[in-house]
């Protein structure tokens, strides 16, 4: 995957940054680029729970589910992800998830970008053991941390590939505790005919868990939803800002704390970017 592929399937960003989910309706025309501290302040506010609809809204059978039953089972998520995430830290005598990866014995690797992926990604899981954590993404944010103002909002609680690799971690904990874990063991009941049922798995309950884990595990004091923003405003600071948008509405807040970035302003943190590149 190159730098070009990046940018294209940037747009739309039709999944989850972390990888699973989907979104098929996801199109949305220019966004006002807004300023990426004014954002993140506004976002870090918004409450773990809160953010059962930005979660949801990725889940593929959202539409059968009503506001009610998302909550409910936001909020179970939720303790799930943070009961392991003290198991964890408990169990391994650490919160680094460094130290806990290499003794669960997970093989983790740096590449730049995803092999061949038709989606952003910023890290990924797949079993039994492997995590991937895509560097060119965490370099741009790197870079933007250099702001001391964004640094301070994000707080020195926030290493990126720590965080990003809390999440897929948790996706291995569920793997192994598949029979047992909540994300896996609640279901929906798409059909029923006589005896016969089809149940589905909630893939939003992973995703919420694994958030909810990665911010146990790592202590920070913002759902670690916020990266999904801060990490795609290294590459699209005008995709970052219909995320934020998004993100907004769907915590029933309304995105106004951003006022828009002078044209000018923005041409110069291109430039600069791409000296720096
Ligand atoms: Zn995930």
């Known amino acids: 995957m190159t730098k070009e592929d990046v940018k294209r399937y940037l747009k739309p960003i039709a999944d989850g940054l972390f990888g699973r989910q989907r979104r ?8 006002k680029i807004r300023d990426l501290n004014q954002m993140l302040e506004d976002l870090v506010q918004i409450q773990p729970e809160e953010w059962f609809r930005y979660a ?9 589910f009503t506001d009610a039953q998302r909550i409910d089972w936001t909020r179970k998520a939720i303790l799930c992800g943070k ?5 964890t830290a408990e169990k391994y ?27 952003v990604m910023f890290a990924q899981y797949t079993e039994p053991n492997n995590i991937k ?9 790197d870079r933007l941390m250099q702001d001391p103002k964004t640094a301070a909002i ?15 971690l ?6 192994e505790n598949k029979d047992t874990i909540f994300t896996r063991t609640e279901k929906f009941r798409l059909w029923s005919v006589g005896k016969v049922h089809n149940d589905s798995s909630i893939i939003a309950l992973s ?9 146990e595990l790592n202590q920070l004091p913002y759902s670690t939803y916020v990266l999904d923003m801060f990490l795609v405003y290294g590459y699209s600071p005008e995709e970052a800002s219909g995320l934020y948008e998004e993100m907004m509405e769907d915590a029933g807040r309304k995105p106004d704390g951003g006022e828009a970035v002078p044209a000018e302003t923005m041409e110069k943190r291109i430039r600069q970017e791409k000296e720096q590149t």
């Open 24 to 31: 098929p309706t996801y199109e949305r025309p220019h966004f």
């Open 83 to 87: 009961e392991y995430a003290r198991k």
């Open 93 to 119: 005598g650490t919160r680094n998830s460094i130290r806990i990866a290499e003794k669960m014995g997970m093989n983790i690797t740096y590449p730049d970008f995803p092999d061949k992926t038709d989606r």
């Open 133 to 141: 954590i895509f560097m060119d993404a965490v370099r741009k944010a």
């Open 56 to 64: 949801f809204s990725r889940e593929p059978i959202n539409g059968k």
């Open 207 to 215: 995703e919420i868990a694994a958030m909810a884990y990665s911010q």
């Open 154 to 168: 994000l707080t020195e609680k926030l290493n990126i590939p720590k965080t990003l690799l809390a999440h897929e």
């Open 170 to 175: 948790f996706h291995n904990i569920e793997e």
